[in-house]
């Protein structure tokens, strides 16, 4: 017993170690993602004259199909083509895939002259570079979900699962700092000129740091496991044999996607555009919400290791439903930046149930051959649907006077997703990861 005791205890320590450098490795790509991702959005501002001339039909057509029909018809056929390989291949090699293809993105768009000197050329590429981008993304979700999940221990997978969204959130953070950092550095002319490049060739070399981190990183047992055991049908075939699983995907992405979108990406148009906040105000309280909401993630994917992941999502959806509309409605009355703030953090509490242990739930729902596309396509083909298209309805409710109308649709949508907590099984007690 003694000698046993002996051998064992210096395995803690090793284990420990390789369970952070995984969690590292396999998310830091997904900063550098996302970085890359709200970067474009973030400075189309300042690059838009040189891709696309004003009164140019064809570039103007060109620019919308990059920025919305790329942005989001590519994210779920990207959740596709990389979760197929994923599954196939291994999670290490598609997480190397997925970053090289945002690299060369980012590289695309930093290195590719403007219209003045290609022509129709110019923003020919740009479609192509988010194209590349697009499909990076959207299998970057499935696959690292699904590694981070397959990599953590059964006590702190939820722990470990969260820095999903601490990375997504920090890349966000970093685009918005990158952006205010040029502009107290360079002149609005400068930045039009050649400013603009610099953030694509920051987010280039950061993706080319991540392949190396990447490079060396372990392949996950499950996989190792289930590698010999594909299944002799299609991919796609396979997962419709799970329609409970998917379904549960698309419902419980449903709400969550709606709240995320709301209080992260469309809110700071929100403070200015209703509230009556100044840009700077509105940018001020979105980067402070948006660091406080990325400190919770840990925490709460740690509490879901305590007491499970089913209470976190249905206090979310309760919560959600039931102050959503409360929430936005003394937004549009608020007098103070400190109140701003205060509600949206209250708000992104609420979120923080879902977002905390999404990727998690999805992962521990599928058997490992078909995980990554189970967990990746799903998801991908809602957040389209859904929270790609909040910020579209938000301004078309207030177009029509009805600003209201949006607050009872996100409600309506995670109420929805409320049913779906309420009758899933919680998936801490009932992994399939566990049966790898």
């Known amino acids: 017993m003694e000698n046993s005791t ?9 284990a420990t170690s390789q369970q952070l450098k995984s969690i590292f490795s396999g998310s830091v790509g997904n900063l550098v993602e996302w970085y890359d991702w709200y970067v474009y959005a973030a400075f189309s501002l300042y690059f838009a004259k040189a891709f696309f001339p004003q009164g140019d039909l064809t570039a103007q057509l060109l620019n919308t199909a990059a920025v919305f029909a790329i942005g989001f018809l590519m994210r779920p056929i990207g959740g596709w083509l990389m979760g197929v390989y994923a599954d196939r291949k291994g999670r290490k090699a598609a997480l190397l895939l997925s970053v090289l293809l945002m690299c060369f993105g980012s590289l695309i768009i930093a290195l590719t002259p403007g219209y003045a000197t290609l022509g129709v050329a110019a923003p020919a590429l ?27 221990g059964k006590e702190r997978r939820g722990f470990f699962a969260s820095f999903q969204y601490v990375t997504l959130i920090s ?63 299609g991919v796609l ?42 840009k700077s105000e509105g940018t001020l309280i979105s980067a402070a919400s948006l660091f406080l909401f990325m400190l919770l993630q840990p925490i709460m994917g740690a509490l879901s290791d305590r007491i499970g992941r089913r209470p976190l999502l249905v206090g979310f959806g309760l919560l959600g439903t039931l102050c959503t509309v409360p929430i936005l409605t003394l937004l549009q009355s608020v007098t103070s930046l400190w109140g701003a ?18 990727a998690v739930v999805k992962a521990e729902l599928f058997p490992a051959e078909i995980r990554a596309i189970g967990v990746g396509l799903p998801y991908a083909l809602t957040q389209s649907v859904a929270g790609g298209t909040v910020e579209y309805v938000a301004l078309w409710f207030k177009s029509i006077g009805n600003e209201t109308g949006f607050f009872w649709y996100i409600t309506a949508g995670i109420a929805c997703s409320l049913l779906v907590y309420v009758c899933m099984r919680d998936t801490r007690d009932h992994s399939l990861i566990d049966c790898d």
């Not at 002996?6 to 090793?14: C, E, I, N, R, V």
């Not at 697009?134 to 696959?143: D, H, I, P």
């Not at 400013?195 to 070399?205: D, E, K, M, T, V």
Request: a positive charge; aromatic letters at 10%.
């Open 341 to 358: 703030f205060a509600l949206i953090m209250f708000a992104l509490v609420i979120v923080s149930g879902y977002t905390s242990v999404n």
């Open 171 to 233: 890349g966000q953070l970093l685009a918005l700092g990158v952006l205010i950092l040029l502009q107290n550095v360079l002149s609005t002319e400068q930045l039009e000129s050649w400013g603009w490049r610099i953030p694509f060739l920051i987010g280039a070399a950061c993706a080319v740091a991540a392949l190396w981190l990447r490079r060396n990183m372990e392949e996950t047992e499950s996989f190792t496991k289930a590698r010999d055991q594909q299944p002799k049908e």
């Open 237 to 278: 075939r396979t997962l419709m044999r799970h329609p409970k699983a998917v379904f549960t995907v698309i419902g419980l992405t449903l709400g969550g996607s709606l709240a995320f979108y709301t209080y992260t990406t469309y809110m700071q148009k929100y403070l200015v555009n209703t509230v009556g906040l100044s």
């Open 6 to 14: 002996t051998l064992t205890l210096p395995a803690a320590p090793k």
């Open 126 to 152: 740009l479609v192509v570079a988010r194209l590349l981008q697009g499909l990076s993304v959207g299998g970057e979700y499935g696959t690292s979900a699904t590694y981070l999940s397959e990599m953590a």
